[in-house]
């Protein structure tokens, strides 16, 4: 006797997930922003964005954006998959100006170069051998990097290695996120997706007392 099964859409699958987190973390829907996250995510339309939502927070006296969604990152190569990318956001208008940095694992020095050229940056090197062994981070300029002292990088080692997940962090005005890469069939956990939730969170908090404290350039411990 043959059975026939019915094949399991990783969309719905997605969708039920989505609902779930939403309903845990008091999250709303949030299609309405899909054109604000395209352009902060440099995408070429909002339509790759699949599913996003949002909720208002109030911290350090101050009114805070989270976004959680997933957008689909088409392959260049014909016979390669799409990839679906889990991004977790942080962002607040006009109190979030501290650099605009993108974070990764290290990378071979040949794509650290090529990513360099790509966004008109550098790579920027601590006086800290253990971050800048396993971690490649670039800046417009090396200025902006400042805003990193041994605390944060502290934070940003731990993201980037302990949570299950090889994701890239990046700060820009008004926003930070982390985004990580997975496939249709197998997207990231929100339950990841929620911990880099909370490092941007622990992040937030540290710049904004820096901020209010002295000038990135004045920081201690920041040798760059």
């Given at each position: 006797?043959?059975r ?9 699958i ?27 995510l440099n995408?070429?339309n909002?339509e ?11 911290l ?7 976004f ?15 990839k ?23 990378l ?19 006086d ?22 041994k ?17 890239e ?13 997975g496939?249709?069939d197998?997207p ?5 997706l929620e911990?880099?939730?909370?490092d ?12 209010d404290?002295?000038?990135?350039g004045?920081?201690?411990d920041?040798?760059?």
């Amino acid at each position: 006797m043959f059975r026939l099964f019915k094949k399991t859409n990783p969309e719905k699958i997605r969708k039920a997930q989505y609902g779930s987190f939403s309903n845990l973390h008091d999250l709303a829907e949030a299609s309405g922003y899909k054109e604000k996250i395209q352009e902060i995510l440099n995408l070429e339309n909002s339509e790759l964005i699949s599913f996003i939502y949002t909720k208002r927070i109030k911290l350090e006296e101050t009114e805070l954006e989270v976004f959680f969604l997933d957008y689909r990152r088409p392959s260049r190569q014909k016979l390669v998959d799409d990839k679906m990318a889990s991004v977790c956001l942080l962002s607040s208008w006009g109190n979030m100006d501290y650099a605009s940095l993108k974070i990764s694992r290290k990378l071979p020095r040949i794509l650290e170069s090529l990513g360099a050229s790509a966004i008109g940056g550098e790579v920027i090197k601590f006086d800290d051998d253990e971050f800048d062994n396993k971690v490649t981070v670039y800046a417009r300029n090396a200025n902006e990097a400042k805003a990193l002292n041994k605390e944060t990088r502290e934070l940003i080692l731990k993201s980037l290695y302990d949570r299950n997940l090889s994701p890239e962090l990046r700060i820009g005005t008004n926003f930070m996120l982390f985004e990580a890469e997975g496939s249709k069939d197998s997207p990231t956990e929100l339950v990841e997706l929620e911990k880099l939730m909370a490092d941007l969170l622990s992040l937030y908090v540290y710049f904004a007392n820096s901020n209010d404290n002295t000038s990135l350039g004045d920081m201690d411990d920041q040798s760059v």
